[in-house]
């Protein structure tokens, strides 16, 4: 099953800040997935990754605010930009070969916002 | 959105004895998948159960299946310390996965 790095693991911010998380994957994925869960909360998709195209948002997520990078099929990044403390979160990047099958996970990024 | 809804939030037994938790949702599914996810980590695939399969089980993992009553159980065996952690459900619906609240297990020695 692949390995995924994600970066940082957890980081404490300015509001108005924005921080860009890092997903690294050890081998060529299609579909890579952005989540976010909230303290003590189940997951909740960001947006789906596709190489060579835009990602695909989910409702109440807009590219403004989460804009994603996709330039290879090892790597992608999620940025979060003009943090509040509501986005205080864990953010997880997860791969699988369709969005319906076991996806694998990275550990996380645990963001604070002051 | 969230279509899968766990019970109990959260259980705590002694080590040895087994785990069982519960999933119901609410459309009709392709499959449904257990996680585990330990504090501070990301979540970890236990097991997938097809629409059309009724039982399915992996070492001390049991998972059942009933799509008349839409729900789901996973029983885990003969429970040790590191089974500690919050375990998911996810439903495979019009190929995404909808997840649910999850449920804190919390094993004592």
């Known amino acids: 099953s692949a390995v995924i790095s994600q970066k940082p693991s957890r980081d404490i911010c300015q509001r108005g800040t924005s921080l860009t998380i890092q997903c690294q994957v050890d081998?060529?994925?299609?579909?890579m997935f952005w989540y976010r869960q909230q303290p003590g909360q189940s997951l909740t998709l960001i947006a789906t990754?596709?190489?060579?195209?835009?990602?695909?948002?989910e409702s109440g997520f807009v590219i403004d605010k989460f804009p994603i990078s996709r330039p290879n099929l090892t790597f992608s990044t999620l940025t979060v930009s003009n943090m509040s403390p509501e986005d205080s979160s864990i953010y997880l990047c997860?791969?699988?070969?369709?969005?319906?099958?076991?996806?694998?996970f990275g550990d996380g990024t645990r963001l604070s916002i002051l | 959105s969230q279509q899968g809804e766990e019970d109990p939030q959260a259980l705590s037994i002694q080590e040895g004895e087994n785990a069982t938790m519960n999933c119901s949702y609410k459309?009709?599914?392709?499959?449904l998948q257990w996680y585990r996810q330990n504090s501070g980590r990301g979540l970890v695939h236990l097991i997938l159960?097809?629409?059309n399969e009724r039982e399915k089980h992996s070492g001390r993992l049991r998972v059942t299946l009933d799509t008349s009553k839409k729900s789901s159980s996973l029983l885990i065996t003969a429970s040790r310390a590191a089974d500690t952690a919050s375990y998911f459900c996810?439903?495979?619906?019009?190929?995404?996965?909808?997840w649910g609240a999850g449920t804190k297990l919390i094993i004592k020695p």
């Open positions: 997860s791969v699988g070969p369709d969005p319906g099958q076991p996806q694998h």
């Open positions: 081998s060529q994925v299609t579909m």
């Open positions: 990754a596709n190489q060579g195209s835009e990602a695909t948002y």
């Open positions: 459309t009709s599914i392709n499959n």
């Open positions: 159960i097809r629409s």
């Open positions: 996810a439903t495979n619906s019009n190929y995404q996965l909808i």
